[in-house]
């Protein structure tokens, strides 16, 4: 029996960095599961209501898809931050989800980072926007 050789991997193709459309998805899925975490601070809660939890704190900036948001959640719970238990309400089994003690710690680390990232954030967009005011090169 012959093996036939392994086929190289493609290059994964580089991200456009100009288009809004790679920052956005980057920052959301960022901050999807920073809120995932902070609407299960709030209490426990089962999946969809998670979702629909993170989508209006957001005003709908995040909105997780189940594709997105199990997958987390199972990460989370395996890392201790989450614990489940599963409930049968009108017939129907469903998950619901409770922030442990370490899943606190890790929202107010969250917290701190994001509001850390948010100052930066900010700072730089004023220094952008007295750049472009004043103009390239003015020492004003």
Same mark, same amino acid.
């Given at each position: 029996m012959s093996r036939q050789p392994a086929l190289p991997a493609l290059p994964r193709p580089s @991200? =456009?960095? !100009? =288009?809004?459309?790679y920052w956005a998805g980057t920052i959301k899925m960022a901050l999807s599961r920073f809120f995932v975490l902070q609407v $299960?601070?709030? *209490? @426990?809660?089962?999946? +969809?209501d998670i979702a629909r939890a993170v989508e209006r704190t957001t005003n *709908?900036?995040?909105?997780p898809s189940e594709g997105a948001? +199990? @997958? %987390? $959640?199972?990460?989370?719970?395996? *890392?201790? +931050? #989450? %614990?489940?238990? !599963?409930e049968v309400v009108s017939?129907?089994?469903?998950? #619901? +989800? !409770?922030? %442990?003690s370490k899943g606190r710690e890790a929202f107010r680390v969250g917290l701190d980072a994001w509001m850390d990232a948010t100052t930066a954030l900010t700072e730089t967009g004023r220094a952008a926007q007295a750049r472009r005011e004043t103009g390239p090169g003015c020492k004003c």
């Open positions: @991200p =456009d960095l !100009t =288009d809004r459309a $299960l601070h709030d *209490g @426990p809660a089962h999946g +969809y *709908g900036c995040c909105s948001l +199990y @997958p %987390t $959640l199972r990460e989370f719970e395996q *890392g201790g +931050y #989450v %614990t489940s238990e !599963t017939g129907r089994e469903r998950r #619901v +989800y !409770t922030l %442990t």
